[in-house]
């Protein structure tokens, strides 16, 4: 496997990376989010499969990581959804009647929003350096 090596800037940072963090970067172009998993590391498209919103906003819990926008939740290591996206309409008591039927209505429409898995890629750790292929990651 040819591994790509990532942005010097990145690198520098490899150590500020704590295990359940993670941490935004590109690399030629692409938005790419590492996780540091007990230790292990992984990468992953950064923008979410369902309205592409930044994952590294959100959280991990173990090796799931859950969008901060909509609460879609995807494995950080096979990419696959665990979790579609939630979407509640916010409370509308109090807001002109034309408010609430454009929120209504734009909720509605956002529910039929597909939430897609997200794509990995392998990375492997030399010396103090990540190194990310940007290859399709086939997971075994």
Do not use: W
């Not at 090596?5 to 690399?27: C, R, T, W």
């Not at 916010?90 to 454009?102: F, N, S, Y």
């Not at 898995?117 to 750790?125: D, G, L, M, W």
């Amino acid at each position: 496997m040819k591994l790509d090596k990532i942005s010097n800037q990145f690198e520098s940072m490899m150590y500020d990376l704590p295990a359940g963090k993670m941490k935004h970067l590109e690399v030629e172009g692409k938005e790419i989010a590492i996780a540091n998993i007990n230790g292990n590391y992984y990468a992953f498209d950064d923008r979410c499969g369902h309205m592409c919103a930044p994952l590294s906003m959100g959280v991990i819990n173990e090796n799931v990581v859950t969008c901060a926008f909509h609460g879609a939740q995807f494995d950080c290591i096979t990419g696959k959804k665990v979790k579609a996206a939630t979407l509640t309409a916010p409370p509308t008591e109090g807001l002109p009647d034309a408010l609430k039927k454009l929120m209504e209505h734009n909720y509605k429409k956002a529910q039929m929003i597909k939430t897609y898995e997200q794509k990995t890629y392998a990375v492997a750790v030399d010396g103090d350096r990540i190194k990310i292929s940007l290859q399709d990651n086939e997971v075994q």
